[in-house]
């Protein structure tokens, strides 16, 4: 999919670790994270269909969708 075909979501996603998966990835704890639809910075600011732009502290991290559990709020 090109930059120029990517559509927003219209609401604020949230993701949050998948429970049991917490020691493989110790440096994400069960909290809610900003889920971001682009991250400008990078070299690809859409993620891939597999990932996530998720906002960890205040670093953007590029990570796996299937170890995340999401919700969606509409705005």
């Known amino acids: 999919m090109s930059d120029d075909a990517y559509s927003p979501h219209t609401g604020c996603r949230m993701a949050r670790l998948r429970a049991g998966l917490e020691a493989q990835h110790p440096s994400l704890g069960r909290e809610w994270y900003r889920v971001l639809d682009r991250n400008?910075?990078?070299?690809?600011?859409?993620?891939?269909?597999?990932?996530?732009?998720?906002?960890v502290g205040s670093r953007l991290r590029l990570l796996p969708a299937s170890i995340f559990e999401l919700i969606e709020f509409a705005l």
Not at 40 to 54: K, M, T
């Open 40 to 55: 400008e910075a990078a070299l690809c600011p859409v993620p891939p269909a597999d990932q996530l732009w998720i906002e």
